[in-house]
């Protein structure tokens, strides 16, 4: 796995990504919400602050692939 392919710490509300196979699952509270089968170079999961996160990057030989994820707070 390449060391751009990180994940922030576990806690509530946060995008996790598992890869396995060239197919990446998003998961939010350990419900699969996405599922990605690709060729892809690297992933990387944004995260840092409250207005800057939950943003997946998908890097291929051809593009560059972006996944927001919205977050509801009450």
């Known amino acids: ?3 751009l392919n990180q994940q922030p710490p576990f806690s509530l509300n ?7 196979h060239h ?3 998003a998961q939010l509270n350990d419900q699969p919400i996405l ?13 840092r602050t409250l207005y800057y996160r ?3 990057h ?3 030989n051809n593009a560059c692939i972006l996944y927001l994820f919205t977050e509801l707070i009450h």
């Open 1 to 3: 796995m390449s060391e």
């Open 14 to 20: 946060t995008i996790y990504i598992k890869e396995k």
């Open 23 to 25: 197919k990446l699952t």
């Open 35 to 47: 599922q990605i089968k690709m060729d892809f170079t690297k992933w990387r999961v944004y995260d």
């Open 54 to 56: 939950n943003q997946l």
């Open 58 to 60: 998908v890097l291929t």
